[in-house]
């Protein structure tokens, strides 16, 4: 049973990300590496880090990198 606001986020991320269009398999999940569902889900990804004040990139390998900034420039 999930009681925190921030677990029952988690819960409906991960509930999400287990139907279309982030599966290339319809009924299951499956998502091979640079396939179309693992794209949407790294666009998905990028845009609840984006919204949590991260910035985000795909990098040349097809991970996606997130970055919090720290607080003094040279740190």
Same mark, same amino acid.
Request: glycine residues 14%.
């Given at each position: 049973?999930?009681?925190?606001?921030?677990?029952?986020?988690?819960?409906?991320?991960?509930? /999400?990300? *287990?139907? =279309?269009?982030?599966? @290339?398999?319809? %009924?299951? #999940?499956?998502?091979? $590496?640079? !396939?179309?569902?693992?794209?949407?889900?790294?666009?998905?990804?990028?845009?609840?880090?984006? /919204?949590? *004040?991260? =910035?985000?990139?795909? @990098?040349?390998? %097809?991970? #996606?990198?997130?970055? $919090?900034? !720290?607080?003094?420039?040279?740190?």
């Amino acid at each position: 049973m999930v009681t925190s606001p921030s677990g029952a986020r988690a819960v409906a991320r991960c509930d /999400e990300l *287990g139907a =279309s269009p982030y599966s @290339d398999e319809p %009924g299951l #999940l499956f998502r091979p $590496y640079l !396939g179309g569902g693992h794209g949407a889900t790294l666009d998905r990804l990028a845009t609840w880090m984006r /919204e949590a *004040g991260m =910035s985000a990139r795909i @990098d040349a390998a %097809g991970n #996606l990198l997130g970055r $919090y900034e !720290g607080l003094a420039a040279d740190a």
